[in-house]
């Protein structure tokens, strides 16, 4: 099994930052896609942000410009950076990774959601 463990949720203010983080565990044998979704009440999950092992990037339009996703292969974690937030920022975010646990099995695990709120 896979695991997905976040951090760096939290309550800012509007206009402020925080950075997010993602670390995969457990039989992994190659991660390829790695990413960021939100959800909020009464609201659909959506895209945040995604990244590939070799670097790609795809954003949602809401974020394009304020938020940053990177990633570290030899710790396969993922990062988001949250800058300029907003109200409607606020939501519950997920991670999620997908790849290889051996030459042919693979995987796709979601992390548990981590909090984060904007204050106007």
């Known amino acids: 099994q896979v695991q997905l463990v976040e951090s760096g949720g939290g309550l800012v203010q509007a206009g402020g930052s925080l950075r997010l983080s993602c670390a995969a565990s457990?039989?992994?044998?190659?991660?390829?896609?790695m990413g960021w979704y939100r959800q909020a009440p009464g609201k659909q999950r959506e895209l945040v942000a995604s990244?590939?092992?070799?670097?790609?990037?795809n954003y949602g339009d809401s974020v394009k410009g304020r938020f940053t996703i990177s990633r570290d292969n030899a710790k396969n974690t993922v990062y988001l950076q949250m800058n300029s937030l907003r109200p409607e920022d606020t939501a519950v975010y997920y991670c999620?990774?997908?790849?290889?646990?051996?030459?042919?099995?693979?995987?796709?695990?979601w992390g548990q959601g981590t909090q984060v709120t904007v204050s106007a």
């Open positions: 999620d990774a997908e790849g290889t646990v051996n030459t042919t099995a693979t995987f796709k695990s």
């Open positions: 457990g039989r992994i044998f190659s991660v390829s896609g």
């Open positions: 990244i590939t092992s070799g670097g790609g990037t």
